[in-house]
């Protein structure tokens, strides 16, 4: 740096006022103490520390006793070494918990000789808060991620066990992890508060039939589903529609399906929710035995209406089928 561009300190009183200037707003306080642990000043301190610091006091008239204890054992230990260090303090401002990092240095003289200690303080309450939610999350997205395998390996185990053909089971299985896929982006959408009925009905029928078609219609309510009813009710919409396309209306030009959602008496003291799935088509000879085993697969009937914990049934004549799903309060928001 040449002599015209090099910038010249300020000194005495003015580079002491800059500096205390900067450390009040970086929110830092320093305190300094005599080799002997007494306090001869302290600067910006907070309120939790000023009420109880005085000049010629010592750790023990700062902080609760067993901090005290603490911090003065560590003093010792920098002023026997030489070496700084640092250490965090939770303090009690009423009942709000305050977090401090504290770092703790000798104070020399210019031949090396300690003079004092010097002891730095920042508050780090909102880090630390920040940590602690994100414990929470973490904790919460590592018990999601468990419930979500779970699923998925019992989806596994129910198609695996009607599937004649690992190109069948491949097939099945591909499509019910789509179908969990596309409910978990709702939820996931939703900062994990859920998904809207109609918009799971509209995810899962993407790949099936336009939502806009005269063969499909959605009717009634439109409540939020709690994450796991969501991924469970997404499931059995899939399967709904899979067999739909495969033996029922939707593999009919004259076929049609209708869907609605209305609270209902769930025979306990808050209504709960009741999906009801029909469809009217031309019966063709299908065997009513291969519609069950499409309609009536484990998933509608069993591991579904567990996991909402509710009830399901369903009923197969000619040309039509009717699903219907009896959802606890527990598991949604209107």
């Known amino acids: 740096m040449s002599e015209d561009n090099a910038i010249s300190l300020p000194l005495g009183d003015n580079h002491m006022d800059a500096l ?5 707003s970086a929110d830092i306080c320093v305190l300094y103490q005599t080799p002997d642990l007494i306090y001869r000043w ?11 610091w005085r000049e010629g006091g010592t750790d023990s008239d700062l902080l609760p006793e067993n901090i005290a204890e ?68 973490l904790r919460e997205v590592s018990h999601r991620s468990k419930n979500l395998l779970a699923i998925i390996l019992s989806i596994a185990a129910q198609t695996a066990r009607f599937s004649d053909t690992v190109d069948g089971f491949l097939k099945k299985f591909q499509g019910r992890v789509q179908s969990l896929s596309h409910s978990q982006d709702l939820v996931t959408d939703s900062n994990w508060r859920g998904a809207l009925f109609r918009d799971l009905v509209h995810s899962q029928a993407g790949g099936y039939i336009d939502a806009q078609s005269k063969h499909f219609f959605l009717s009634g309510e439109n409540p939020y589903l709690f994450p796991g009813a969501a991924l469970h009710i997404g499931l059995a919409l899939h399967e709904l529609f899979v067999n739909s396309v495969a033996c029922g209306a939707l593999a009919s030009a004259k076929g049609r399906v209708k869907v609605s959602c209305a609270l209902c008496d769930s025979g306990m003291e808050e209504k709960g929710l009741c999906l009801v799935w029909e469809e009217d088509f031309p019966a063709a000879g299908i065997e009513e035995d291969n519609v069950k085993l ?19 049934d369903y009923t197969i004549e000619d040309g039509h089928v009717r699903y219907s799903l009896l959802i606890s309060a527990v598991q949604f928001d209107l």
């Open 70 to 137: 603490n911090m003065e054992t560590i003093k010792l230990q920098v002023l026997a070494s030489g070496q700084g260090t640092s250490f965090e303090v939770r303090l009690m401002e009423g009942d709000d918990p305050l977090w401090f990092r504290f770092s703790i240095d000798c104070h020399r003289n210019g031949e090396g000789r300690t003079l004092g200690l010097i002891t730095t303080g920042v508050m780090v309450s909102e880090l630390r808060r920040r940590e602690q939610v994100l414990k929470i999350l």
């Open 42 to 52: 302290a600067e910006n301190l907070p309120a939790v520390l000023r009420t109880h």
């Open 294 to 312: 499409r309609f009536g697969s484990t998933v509608l009937t069993r591991i579904v209406p567990s996991s909402v914990n509710g009830m399901a």
């Open 20 to 24: 205390m200037q900067a450390i009040r």
